[in-house]
């Protein structure tokens, strides 16, 4: 079942942010960033179950080739994408996004 894709702001925030940072490092690498991106998003919108799940309704994708995750919530025709976070980072500042929807 391929659900439909939501965002909260702050996930959509957190992607500009970093497609913003890799393009200032190099011409055309947010553009690969931001395309990567996008096949795991198909990938969530089919199968989000092959993730990890970490907490109850909360999975993580790991990103290989950057160092990111995307958080996201799976509901029965959606998936919410809850944040991309570094993974060298403290998670602590964008949990309380996983309650909020």
Do not use: C
Not at 1 to 13: G, N, P, S, Y
Not at 38 to 65: H, L
Request: no cysteine; proline share 2%.
């Amino acid at each position: 079942m391929i659900r439909e894709l939501r965002f909260l702001d702050a996930a959509i925030q957190d992607l500009q942010e970093i497609a913003d940072y890799y393009g200032q490092e190099r011409e055309g690498l947010g553009l690969e960033f931001l395309s990567l991106v996008n096949d795991y998003m198909k990938i969530i919108r089919s199968t989000p179950e092959r993730f990890e799940k970490i907490r109850p309704q909360i999975r993580r994708a790991t990103m290989k080739n950057f160092s990111y995750q995307i958080f996201f919530r799976v509901r029965s025709h959606f998936v919410k994408i809850v944040a991309v976070h570094h993974n060298h980072r403290d998670s602590a500042g964008f949990r309380s996004r996983w309650a909020k929807e």
